[in-house]
């Protein structure tokens, strides 16, 4: 059974950094792809980021290109989004996800698994 929690949420001034994490079932990292997506009020469900199972390839929508990093520990289970250069337009909750399919951020909304999301808002 997949289990995903999220931290590390807040609020943060333009320009400023976060770094969300998010700690995983056993063998949740290495035989899933992992990834990241985001809500606004009033807005659709955005893929940002994704990672191959166990740690390889990752890809980023052009929104975040350039400031945001997703990486992972497996031996700490855990998967992160680094958040640089925060934008007010990044305001959303964040969620992280899981699925065994097509490993890109545009598929991350309809992962089969996810978190309970953690609030990001920058002003």
């Known amino acids: 059974h997949v289990q995903l929690v999220e931290s590390g949420g807040g609020s943060v001034q333009a320009g400023g950094s976060l770094r969300l994490s998010c700690v995983a079932s056993?063998?949740?990292?290495?035989?899933?792809?992992m990834g990241w997506f985001r809500q606004a009020p009033g807005n659709e469900r955005e893929g940002v980021a994704s990672?191959?199972?166990?740690?390889?390839?990752?890809y980023y929508a052009s929104s975040v290109t350039g400031r945001f990093a997703i990486s992972q520990d497996n031996a700490k289970t855990t998967l992160y989004l680094q958040m640089n250069s925060l934008k007010p337009e990044d305001t959303a909750i964040y969620y992280c996800?899981?699925?065994?399919?097509?490993?890109?951020?545009?598929?991350?909304?309809?992962?089969?698994?996810r978190g309970q999301g953690t609030q990001v808002t920058v002003s």
């Open positions: 056993k063998d949740t990292l290495r035989t899933n792809c």
């Open positions: 996800a899981a699925d065994a399919g097509l490993c890109r951020p545009w598929r991350v909304p309809d992962f089969a698994y």
């Open positions: 990672i191959y199972p166990g740690g390889g390839s990752q």
